[in-house]
């Protein structure tokens, strides 16, 4: 089998001295989020990835519904780009919202290309480990956008709960004491972090009281969690899988590939498909 060659696409880029927690220039690898962890699944494929679109939202990372429409639309034609190429085998659109995937699946599906997206193959992952699983998500208004994913994607009688652990983003309207990059550089540290240790209790409240057979991570500026989470949940007698975004996206757009698949023209048709249906179920 060949070598397959994936692109990854930033949901978005910042300018110089933004609220940023991850840069927005440099080697690839600096380019992914948490590298060291995604690292393995790269592991003997070519690959190359986007900053992102320069954001036209404002200089600070997205949350609402407004923003992350702003971004998806903004990266569209990265992947278009990306397709056009004949340089890729599949895109992967990181960032933990999904912003622009079932556009940017649409336009994957008119080349052959397989598009994945963080949220969506985590879902797809997690009930491939058991029936239900919880979100554990990092704010009010970032739930609100996992929540339509999850509705959208149709995976609400597998979804037991999404729990808020309340560290938002670095962003203009956000100016309390919580910090995710601190909270993040003292657990890598091997010092206590007061946001690790809110989501492995709404982990375990997730296990208990929601019925979760798996835990999927919100926000990808969460994602650095998964192995600090995964090791406690372990040390407290939970069997139970912590997935993240970057190397589920990652991992599906590798099977995709291996498949020989991208998506369904039924439904992602194209402009005028030789067959069309004169009823379409919902």
Known sequence: MATPRLMLINAFSLAPGAYALRPHSGTREDLVM??????????????D??????????????????????????????????????????VVLLGGGDPGYPEAREIGRRYGIPVTSCAHAQMHIAVTQGHRFSIIDISETHNAQMANLVVGYRFTEHCASIRNVNFPLPRPAHQGEQSIAREKALALSGQPSAMLEAAV?????????????????????????????????????????????????????????????????????????????????V
Not at 68 to 77: C, H
Not at 238 to 261: C, D, F, H, M, T
């Open 34 to 47: 948490d590298y060291a962890n995604v690292a393995p699944l790269l592991a003997g494929v070519e690959w």
């Open 49 to 90: 990835v986007h900053a992102g679109a320069p954001a036209t939202h404002g200089q600070w990372p997205v949350e609402t519904k407004e923003e992350f429409m702003m971004v998806g639309v903004n990266r569209l034609p990265l992947v278009r780009e990306a397709c056009e190429s004949g340089r890729f085998d599949a």
């Open 201 to 281: 209790a709404a982990a375990e409240a997730a296990i208990e009281e929601d019925g979760a057979e798996s835990i999927i991570l919100g926000c990808s500026a969460s994602y650095w969690m998964q192995p600090f989470l995964q090791q406690r949940l372990k040390e407290m007698g939970w069997s139970i899988p912590v997935l993240e975004g970057y190397r589920s996206a990652v991992a599906l757009a590798k099977l995709l590939v291996s498949l020989g698949l991208d998506a369904s023209g039924i439904a992602f048709p194209s402009d005028q498909p030789r067959r069309w249906r004169a009823r379409k179920p």
